[in-house]
């Protein structure tokens, strides 16, 4: 066999090996209309906030791979971009992925990001979100997103994200869920 045969048969069997990992895992991910699991992560500033301190405002909860790749980085510059638009709709955004504080802090102040970066170094709030890929080597957080009410309440779940997009389509969706609790 080839070298280039031998490279596409180990990235097949890695490839595998995470969807089985992932299958076997069994955790899942908040549903809509569930209570949204709560968690205390320390931010890029090093103090700790738990999600339940929010409580009265929206809450788009992001995870994300890692900071400074480029889907990352676009994914919050569009988020930064649109955060006014954020606070006139009571949201916070909340990053969340599996590096440490020193890197958000880096990442923040080299991306003039003014929302908080959790760093969750044990994995545990990305699995109970089932937002964990498992490498092997290394676990990562998954792009995926939750749009929590103010009472805590999964209203959106985004499994399936185009960082591109992405902003503008937690705001079409926030806009939309506003009226219907003002509706109610």
């Known amino acids: ?102 890197t958000h802090q880096k990442f923040c102040e080299k991306e003039g990001l003014h929302f908080k970066l959790l760093a969750d170094q044990k994995h545990a709030v990305s699995k109970s979100y089932d937002s964990l890929v498992n490498l092997g080597v290394a676990s990562l957080s998954s792009r995926h997103t939750f749009l929590i009410d103010p009472d805590g309440i999964v209203r959106k779940v985004y499994l399936k994200v185009d960082a591109q997009k992405h902003s503008a389509e937690i705001l079409a969706d926030l806009a939309a869920l506003e009226q219907t609790r003002a509706a109610n």
């Open 1 to 102: 066999m080839r070298m280039g045969g031998i490279l596409i048969a180990v990235v097949f069997l890695v490839v595998i090996l995470v969807v089985l990992r992932a299958v076997q895992s069994g955790a899942k991910a908040p549903s809509t209309g569930t209570l949204a699991p709560d968690f205390t992560l320390n931010s890029q500033d090093g103090k700790p906030l738990s999600l339940r301190d929010f409580r009265g405002k929206w809450v788009v909860l992001y995870f994300y791979p890692k900071d400074f790749t480029s889907g990352c980085t676009i994914e919050a510059q569009n988020f930064q971009r649109d955060l006014p638009l954020y606070e006139q709709k009571n949201a916070v955004i909340l990053g969340v992925s599996v590096q440490d504080e020193a």
